[in-house]
Protein backbone atom coordinates (compact mmCIF):
# COMPACT_ATOMS: atom_id res chain seq x y z
CA UNK A 1 0.00 0.00 0.00
CA UNK A 2 1.37 3.08 -0.71
CA UNK A 3 2.38 5.85 2.43
CA UNK A 4 1.76 9.94 2.32
CA UNK A 5 5.39 11.23 3.67
CA UNK A 6 2.97 14.44 4.72
CA UNK A 7 0.33 13.62 7.20
CA UNK A 8 -1.23 17.45 7.18
CA UNK A 9 -1.22 19.55 4.08
CA UNK A 10 -2.83 23.12 2.94
CA UNK A 11 -3.37 23.12 -1.14
CA UNK A 12 -3.22 26.48 -2.47
CA UNK A 13 -5.87 26.24 -5.72
CA UNK A 14 -5.82 29.47 -8.22
CA UNK A 15 -9.79 30.47 -9.11
CA UNK A 16 -8.39 29.99 -12.72
CA UNK A 17 -8.37 26.29 -12.69
CA UNK A 18 -12.03 25.76 -12.28
CA UNK A 19 -12.78 27.39 -15.22
CA UNK A 20 -10.84 24.97 -17.20
CA UNK A 21 -11.21 25.36 -21.15
CA UNK A 22 -14.38 27.83 -20.40
CA UNK A 23 -11.56 30.97 -19.00
CA UNK A 24 -14.44 32.11 -16.72
CA UNK A 25 -16.80 30.63 -14.02
CA UNK A 26 -16.75 27.47 -12.68
CA UNK A 27 -16.79 24.12 -14.89
CA UNK A 28 -18.01 21.44 -12.88
CA UNK A 29 -16.09 18.23 -14.39
CA UNK A 30 -13.01 20.40 -14.33
CA UNK A 31 -13.64 20.90 -10.57
CA UNK A 32 -14.18 16.99 -10.21
CA UNK A 33 -10.99 15.71 -11.67
CA UNK A 34 -9.37 18.28 -9.04
CA UNK A 35 -10.54 17.00 -6.81
CA UNK A 36 -10.66 12.94 -7.06
CA UNK A 37 -6.15 13.35 -6.37
CA UNK A 38 -7.64 15.12 -3.01
CA UNK A 39 -10.71 12.84 -2.10
CA UNK A 40 -8.07 10.08 -2.43
CA UNK A 41 -5.35 11.27 -0.19
CA UNK A 42 -8.36 11.67 2.48
CA UNK A 43 -9.37 8.73 2.08
CA UNK A 44 -5.64 7.48 2.59
CA UNK A 45 -5.47 9.74 5.88
CA UNK A 46 -3.62 12.89 4.85
CA UNK A 47 -5.66 15.34 6.74
CA UNK A 48 -6.12 18.30 3.94
CA UNK A 49 -6.89 21.88 3.91
CA UNK A 50 -7.76 23.89 0.92
CA UNK A 51 -7.58 27.78 -0.02
CA UNK A 52 -8.54 28.82 -3.39
CA UNK A 53 -8.42 31.87 -5.31
CA UNK A 54 -11.22 33.80 -7.50
CA UNK A 55 -9.68 34.68 -10.40
CA UNK A 56 -12.26 32.98 -12.23
CA UNK A 57 -14.77 35.65 -11.66
CA UNK A 58 -12.91 38.62 -10.00
CA UNK A 59 -9.23 40.07 -11.03
CA UNK A 60 -9.48 42.92 -8.78
CA UNK A 61 -10.18 46.26 -9.61
CA UNK A 62 -11.70 47.12 -13.10
CA UNK A 63 -11.15 50.66 -12.54
CA UNK A 64 -8.55 53.12 -11.08
CA UNK A 65 -11.33 55.15 -9.94
CA UNK A 66 -12.67 52.19 -8.07
CA UNK A 67 -11.97 51.61 -4.24
CA UNK A 68 -9.27 48.99 -3.78
CA UNK A 69 -10.79 47.82 -0.24
CA UNK A 70 -14.03 47.35 -2.14
CA UNK A 71 -12.75 45.32 -4.93
CA UNK A 72 -10.98 43.38 -2.42
CA UNK A 73 -14.25 42.27 -0.87
CA UNK A 74 -15.98 41.47 -4.35
CA UNK A 75 -12.64 39.28 -4.79
CA UNK A 76 -13.22 37.22 -1.75
CA UNK A 77 -17.07 36.86 -2.39
CA UNK A 78 -15.81 35.18 -5.66
CA UNK A 79 -13.60 32.86 -3.35
CA UNK A 80 -16.44 32.30 -1.45
CA UNK A 81 -18.35 30.29 -4.84
CA UNK A 82 -15.44 28.37 -5.49
CA UNK A 83 -14.95 27.44 -1.77
CA UNK A 84 -18.91 25.77 -2.08
CA UNK A 85 -18.00 24.40 -6.00
CA UNK A 86 -14.75 22.55 -4.25
CA UNK A 87 -17.01 21.22 -1.12
CA UNK A 88 -19.69 20.27 -3.36
CA UNK A 89 -17.37 18.31 -5.60
CA UNK A 90 -15.45 16.34 -2.38
CA UNK A 91 -18.83 15.55 -1.30
CA UNK A 92 -19.89 14.01 -4.69
CA UNK A 93 -17.00 12.11 -4.09
CA UNK A 94 -17.78 10.15 -0.76
CA UNK A 95 -15.91 12.86 1.18
CA UNK A 96 -16.71 14.71 4.41
CA UNK A 97 -15.90 17.83 3.86
CA UNK A 98 -16.48 21.31 5.42
CA UNK A 99 -16.48 24.86 4.36
CA UNK A 100 -15.39 27.81 6.51
CA UNK A 101 -15.22 31.51 5.48
CA UNK A 102 -13.33 34.24 7.02
CA UNK A 103 -16.61 36.65 6.49
CA UNK A 104 -19.03 35.74 8.12
CA UNK A 105 -22.35 34.07 5.95
CA UNK A 106 -23.44 31.68 8.31
CA UNK A 107 -26.66 30.41 5.99
CA UNK A 108 -23.96 28.95 3.15
CA UNK A 109 -21.02 27.76 5.31
CA UNK A 110 -19.46 28.03 8.50
CA UNK A 111 -17.66 31.02 10.41
CA UNK A 112 -13.51 30.49 9.98
CA UNK A 113 -12.83 29.67 13.90
CA UNK A 114 -9.16 27.84 14.37
CA UNK A 115 -10.42 25.22 17.06
CA UNK A 116 -13.56 24.12 14.99
CA UNK A 117 -11.24 23.69 11.47
CA UNK A 118 -8.63 21.80 13.73
CA UNK A 119 -11.42 19.15 14.69
CA UNK A 120 -12.42 18.77 11.03
CA UNK A 121 -9.05 17.83 10.44
CA UNK A 122 -8.91 15.36 13.33
CA UNK A 123 -12.30 14.05 12.23
CA UNK A 124 -10.96 13.47 8.33
CA UNK A 125 -12.79 16.13 6.89
CA UNK A 126 -11.20 18.10 4.40
CA UNK A 127 -11.95 22.08 5.12
CA UNK A 128 -11.97 24.50 2.26
CA UNK A 129 -11.32 27.85 3.39
CA UNK A 130 -12.94 30.81 1.36
CA UNK A 131 -12.70 34.60 1.71
CA UNK A 132 -9.14 35.14 2.05
CA UNK A 133 -8.25 36.20 5.16
CA UNK A 134 -11.00 38.08 5.38
CA UNK A 135 -8.78 41.36 5.28
CA UNK A 136 -8.55 43.57 2.12
CA UNK A 137 -4.95 44.40 0.80
CA UNK A 138 -4.01 40.08 1.48
CA UNK A 139 -3.66 37.94 -1.27
CA UNK A 140 -5.28 34.50 -1.46
CA UNK A 141 -1.47 33.41 -0.98
CA UNK A 142 -0.96 35.11 2.15
CA UNK A 143 -4.61 33.45 3.06
CA UNK A 144 -2.86 30.15 2.58
CA UNK A 145 0.13 30.67 4.48
CA UNK A 146 -1.92 31.66 7.51
CA UNK A 147 -3.67 29.18 6.89
CA UNK A 148 -1.09 26.66 7.13
CA UNK A 149 1.08 28.19 9.65
CA UNK A 150 -2.91 27.64 11.98
CA UNK A 151 -3.68 24.03 11.27
CA UNK A 152 0.15 23.32 11.71
CA UNK A 153 0.33 22.12 8.08
CA UNK A 154 3.89 20.14 7.31
CA UNK A 155 3.37 22.19 3.71
CA UNK A 156 1.47 24.37 1.39
CA UNK A 157 1.55 22.83 -2.47
CA UNK A 158 0.94 25.14 -4.39
CA UNK A 159 -0.94 24.22 -7.65
CA UNK A 160 -0.38 26.51 -10.89
CA UNK A 161 -0.09 26.51 -14.62
CA UNK A 162 3.56 25.37 -14.21
CA UNK A 163 5.74 22.70 -13.61
CA UNK A 164 7.76 25.14 -10.94
CA UNK A 165 9.71 28.24 -10.30
CA UNK A 166 11.48 29.41 -13.14
CA UNK A 167 14.25 31.78 -13.04
CA UNK A 168 12.13 34.21 -16.12
CA UNK A 169 9.23 33.37 -17.62
CA UNK A 170 8.82 29.86 -19.63
CA UNK A 171 5.54 30.52 -21.71
CA UNK A 172 8.01 33.67 -23.37
CA UNK A 173 11.62 32.51 -22.53
CA UNK A 174 12.70 28.93 -24.33
CA UNK A 175 15.27 28.97 -21.98
CA UNK A 176 14.38 29.82 -19.00
CA UNK A 177 15.53 27.48 -16.56
CA UNK A 178 13.79 25.67 -13.59
CA UNK A 179 14.48 25.53 -10.12
CA UNK A 180 14.38 22.03 -8.19
CA UNK A 181 15.18 23.35 -4.89
CA UNK A 182 14.74 27.39 -3.43
CA UNK A 183 15.12 28.68 -0.28
CA UNK A 184 13.23 31.54 1.10
CA UNK A 185 15.66 34.18 0.84
CA UNK A 186 16.63 33.18 -3.03
CA UNK A 187 12.64 33.97 -3.74
CA UNK A 188 12.34 37.49 -2.06
CA UNK A 189 15.91 38.36 -3.33
CA UNK A 190 15.23 37.45 -6.81
CA UNK A 191 11.60 38.60 -6.63
CA UNK A 192 10.83 34.93 -8.30
CA UNK A 193 7.13 34.06 -8.56
CA UNK A 194 6.14 31.77 -5.97
CA UNK A 195 4.31 33.86 -3.65
CA UNK A 196 3.63 37.79 -3.05
CA UNK A 197 6.56 39.32 -0.50
CA UNK A 198 3.96 39.26 2.68
CA UNK A 199 3.32 35.04 1.85
CA UNK A 200 6.58 34.07 1.34
CA UNK A 201 7.51 36.11 4.64
CA UNK A 202 5.12 34.26 6.49
CA UNK A 203 5.85 30.94 5.12
CA UNK A 204 9.82 31.44 6.11
CA UNK A 205 8.94 32.89 9.61
CA UNK A 206 6.70 30.06 10.17
CA UNK A 207 9.18 27.31 8.55
CA UNK A 208 6.86 26.16 6.12
CA UNK A 209 8.18 24.42 2.82
CA UNK A 210 6.00 25.08 -0.26
CA UNK A 211 5.94 22.87 -3.39
CA UNK A 212 5.27 24.48 -6.62
CA UNK A 213 4.36 22.17 -9.39
CA UNK A 214 2.04 21.91 -12.39
CA UNK A 215 -2.26 21.30 -11.72
CA UNK A 216 -2.86 20.40 -15.00
CA UNK A 217 -2.69 17.00 -14.46
CA UNK A 218 -4.09 16.71 -10.77
CA UNK A 219 -2.75 13.32 -9.82
CA UNK A 220 0.19 15.60 -9.34
CA UNK A 221 -1.47 16.10 -5.71
CA UNK A 222 -1.00 12.67 -5.03
CA UNK A 223 1.81 12.25 -6.82
CA UNK A 224 3.29 15.06 -4.05
CA UNK A 225 1.52 13.72 -1.09
CA UNK A 226 3.94 9.92 -1.86
CA UNK A 227 6.92 12.43 -2.12
CA UNK A 228 6.96 11.93 -5.67
CA UNK A 229 9.95 14.87 -6.97
CA UNK A 230 8.18 16.99 -8.81
CA UNK A 231 7.82 20.41 -9.18
CA UNK A 232 10.02 22.99 -7.16
CA UNK A 233 10.52 22.85 -3.21
CA UNK A 234 11.34 25.73 -1.56
CA UNK A 235 12.09 25.90 1.90
CA UNK A 236 14.56 27.61 4.62
CA UNK A 237 18.20 25.77 3.59
Known amino acids: MLKPVYK ?17 GIDFPTVLRICEPIA ?9 GIVVGGGNFWRGR ?5 DRTRADHIGMLATAMNTLAITDALENLGVETRAQT ?20 EKGRVVV ?4 TGNPFFSTDTA ?16 TNVDGVYDSDPRTNPAAVKYDTLSY ?3 LAGQLKVMDS ?26 AVLGERIGTLVQEQ
Open 185 to 187: SQV
Open 102 to 121: AIEMSRIAEPYIRGRAMRHL
Open 62 to 66: TSEHM
Open 129 to 132: FGCG
Open 40 to 48: ECARMGVKM
Open 144 to 159: AALRAAEIEAEVIFKA
Open 8 to 24: RVLIKLSGESLAGERGM
Open 198 to 223: TAASLCRDNNLPILVFNLNDPQNILR
